[in-house]
């Protein structure tokens, strides 16, 4: 008996703790506010909304009503209109932004972990002479000199991100190219092309997607930041940032110009926050099962 009770409690002992991972509440909501983001964004040009650009000066700081569903701006403006061109706006700096940013960083820093030496020095000096500028301010300063427009606004951004990105993809390279699977083709006489495009680049993507919806939040609280500013997307071409800006005008007497736009980004960019870090917590080896 005493046996057979020192074995049970052996087994229980050794028998290692699962972690079950579920996915909240908040994620489900943040998924759902962000398809209805983009289905706003994609059948803006079906939906039944007048011209973002047709102004009313006789309609000008309108309440809601039947005919515009969060009344008209400063300039008699739909703001729905505006809210929802705006969307797409924001998303497409919030998605192609940190795509040039994790196509170029990512390559550099798998070449960087995996070859390491001189390849590796060089990348991380030059990010980190890129890192040494201030985003904000160096963004302000190449876009008051290019000039505003959307392509310009997304290339600057996607620059700025790719250090990030860089280490993100370093840090992986640095911790798979140590693994069984790599030593083994190595041996087997794979190529160094093979062994990054087949043994490296699947596990190294999972973090950089988690990474990416991070980096989408934070690339429309910049573009709005820098519409705010008025070093966005030129006028007339409605933005969040710059919706924002010009409802600051009004905040006495019409603040839904400004709160509206400004809570609308608000829970988009905290829905891209909640995506990323769910996403992350489930690729992050240190957060697996003991």
């Not at 040009?45 to 650009?53: A, I, W």
């Not at 370093?170 to 699977?181: C, D, K, P, Q, W």
């Not at 709005?224 to 924002?244: D, E, H, N």
Request: include cysteine; charge should be neutral; proline fraction near 7%.
């Amino acid at each position: 008996m005493a046996t057979l009770e020192l074995s049970i409690d052996e087994d229980v002992a050794v028998s290692p703790v699962k972690r079950t991972r579920r996915l909240g509440p908040l994620f489900w909501a943040a998924i759902a506010w962000i398809i209805l983001v983009f289905a706003a964004a994609g059948l803006v040009g079906v939906l039944p909304l007048p011209s973002p650009t047709d102004m009313d000066m006789l309609e000008r700081r309108a309440p809601a009503s039947p005919l515009h569903w969060l009344g008209t701006d400063g300039l008699g403006r739909d703001e729905l209109a505006r809210l929802i061109y705006g969307a797409r706006i924001s998303l497409i700096v919030g998605l192609c932004a940190p795509m040039i940013g994790v196509t170029i960083g990512g390559a550099l820093g798998m070449l960087a972990g995996y070859f390491r030496g001189r390849l590796e020095t060089l990348v991380v000096g030059s990010m980190d002479v890129l890192l040494a500028f201030p985003p904000l301010i160096l963004a302000l300063a190449v876009t008051a000199y290019l000039g505003q427009s959307l392509l310009n606004l997304t290339c600057i951004l996607g620059v700025l991100g790719i250090p990030a990105f860089m280490r993100v993809a370093r840090a992986a390279t640095l911790t798979l190219a140590r693994r069984e699977f790599v030593i083994a083709a190595q041996a087997l006489g794979a190529t160094h092309a093979r062994i990054l495009l087949r043994e490296l680049l699947p596990n190294v993507f999972l973090p950089l997607v988690a990474f990416f919806l991070l980096g989408v939040a934070v690339f429309i609280v910049v573009e709005g930041a820098l519409s705010f500013l008025g070093l966005g997307v030129p006028p007339p071409i409605s933005s969040w940032g710059s919706m924002i800006g010009e409802g600051r005008e009004s905040l006495d007497v019409a603040p839904s110009l400004a709160f509206i736009p400004a809570i609308t980004m608000f829970l988009t960019v905290l829905s891209f926050n909640l995506i990323g870090d769910t996403l992350r917590a489930f690729t992050d080896p240190r957060q697996g099962a003991l």
